[in-house]
């Protein structure tokens, strides 16, 4: 059978006023009236129900799983105590899912990835697993890059060599890379051959147990301590303490040698930012994106409002800005530096009592 | 006796949301703790103490004028039930003051204007006074221009011809100009001999009554109407209502003939809008003048930052801009575009509901 795997560990700083601390990004209504995990899990249809979804994310949010997806089990969420990035959150989802379903294929996903074209992204996905169970291989989705993006590592492969001939082929990895530099995003364009890596993985449980066997011998020997019958909470928390904080990308995807790439062209955006957000949102002629009623916009153009509708918003004279209010914060700011958003986050944890307002 | 008079009827359209339709800019602490029209009467000092100011401002602010000034006598708050612009407002508090003291010579101020240098300021009004006292003219304050402003009138004097040699002396008025345009507004610099109008006068009440009987007779007729020993609530009412609205620059100083204008330098501002505002704020060392705590500067330059401090206000990579939140609003304005706050308000009145955020 085959199984979602939703990771929700992110904590959505460059979100700030929206996602604070007891409430990240996954869990926020971004684009209208379901949250991102929502939307993830409302994406994967009739190819994995609800109830076949999984969900890792930080102990202090399954409550906010339970409330935003009712229809997953108790015992498919994990809480991580601590985060340990992906490698352990996937090594644990696939050592829980192989004890219920020896035979269990996993369909691993961000929890806060929009997706245009829902349909090509479920047969991307059908095509995955059938490769991943067949020829027990790691697949991972890349996308086809249409700009120079310097924020996301890129996946090299090789283009001739598909063992299929199907709409959606897998071909063999060549190589990963880290986020490169505009000069060398500009090359790898040009050049072609080069995908995004969009953090999405398909596999079968038992080939990435397999790999963690092989490349990650000290996570393995932790998942090796769960010998009962069912995983106590306990042992996980114990796993989380104990294990490497180490990417799937780097501990396995970079050393395994069974690594396939399917390419995809579905609209996809990582919603990175408020950038990201405003460049999604429906803009008006103006090309502003306004969240909320009571907001009156004098010779403004391109921005993006999001406010709490209970005080009347006005924009004067400004470009190209995002304005973000909830109970907690506001923020204003410069859409092309949007990046700079988390900085913020970080000034106020230094500052004494600035946690109130995270 | 020497009498203030202050004008209060502004409702600070330019100043939302931090002026409403219930506080006006005058009853606003816009610097430091005290408010407009406070500061307005501090600035008298001994000059004029607080029980001999007379206030005449919209009815529906008389209470706000009770609260901030309690020094000033129920009688001496004049309330408007109608804007009639200054000239109604200055005719019927110089009536009133003529009944209370013959030779009451009146110093009429508006309640929302900036002074640097106080003591100045004091000394150009007792020689106005004295000069208004003895000469019986009609003394308009004029202020030395450093800039060829378009937001203020003009008046044009005979540097020649003063009578006295006194460090403030008055002198004659040649004429008075609407709002220049630009190019007008430079040769008036260039030319020499132009004085801002300030919008402050100095004359006796009888002076002022005798202009109006010569240049306003309709208003003049509707004041000959309060003939018992005091003035009843519904004769002032009458005489609001009858009024024409025309203002006193237009309806007396225009026409007579016993107009003097006293030049001066003062650090005077009429702080027509947030601009204005900032310009006189203390400014940190990247130029952002920030009226609260809670707030964030990430990467921005010029700014106004004036907020509640209930919720944390972050601004990133944005400069030259007004942020100005309340309770019932929340405005971002180009610092360069201050005056199309005006727009919004009247836009907010005609919409339905609208008026719940004025």
Redesign the interface.
């Known amino acids: 059978m085959t199984y979602g795997v939703i990771m929700a560990g992110g904590q959505g700083t460059r979100f700030?006023?929206r996602s604070l601390a007891n409430r990240p990004k996954q869990f926020l209504k971004l684009f209208g009236d379901r949250t991102m995990i929502q939307m993830t899990v409302d994406r994967l249809g009739q190819l994995i129900p609800e109830e076949r979804c999984m969900v890792v994310t930080n102990v202090d949010y399954t409550g906010l799983v339970r409330d935003q997806l009712p229809g997953i089990k108790d015992d498919f969420i994990i809480g991580e105590p601590v985060a340990r990035n992906t490698a352990p959150c996937i090594a644990s989802a696939a050592a829980l899912l192989q004890r219920h379903d020896p035979d269990a294929v996993m369909v691993v996903l961000p929890a806060d990835h929009r997706i245009a074209d829902e349909e090509t992204f479920r047969s991307v996905l059908a095509s995955a697993i059938s490769t991943a169970n067949e020829e027990k291989t790691l697949v991972t989705i890349g996308i086809e890059p249409d700009r120079p993006e310097t924020g996301y590592g890129y996946i090299r492969y090789n283009q001739e060599k598909s063992r299929s001939r199907k709409e959606h082929s897998a071909f063999p990895v060549l190589g990963f890379t880290e986020k490169p530099d505009r000069e060398k995003a500009i090359s790898f364009l040009d050049q072609g051959g080069y995908l995004w890596n969009s953090g999405m993985f398909v596999w079968r449980a038992d080939s990435i147990l397999e790999a963690f066997r092989k490349h990650q011998p000290e996570i393995w020997s932790e998942l090796e301590k769960w010998t009962g019958e069912s995983v106590t909470r306990s042992e996980i928390d114990r796993f989380y303490q104990n294990c490497p904080s180490v990417s799937v990308d780097y501990g396995i995807m970079e050393q395994a040698d069974n690594v396939q790439v399917l390419p995809a062209e579905f609209g996809w955006n990582d919603v990175g930012s408020w950038r990201a957000v405003y460049d999604l949102a429906e803009k008006d002629a103006d090309g502003n994106a306004v969240m909320n009623t009571?907001v009156?916009i004098?010779?403004s153009q391109n921005s993006y409002i999001s406010?709490t509708g209970k005080?009347?918003?006005?924009?004067?004279?400004?470009e190209n800005?995002a304005?973000v209010?909830?109970?907690?914060?506001?923020?204003?700011?410069?859409l092309?530096?949007?990046q700079?958003?988390k900085?913020?986050v970080e000034?106020?944890r230094r500052e004494e009592g600035g946690d109130?307002?995270l």
Chains 1, 2 share one sequence.
């Not at 005080?311 to 400004?318: N, S």
Request: glycine residues 6%; contains cysteine; negative net charge.
């Open positions: 700030w006023p009571n009156t004098q010779e406010t005080r009347h918003v006005a924009l004067v004279g400004v800005v304005v209010e909830t109970e907690k914060g506001l923020l204003i700011c410069d092309d530096r949007v700079e958003v900085e913020v000034r106020l109130e307002w």
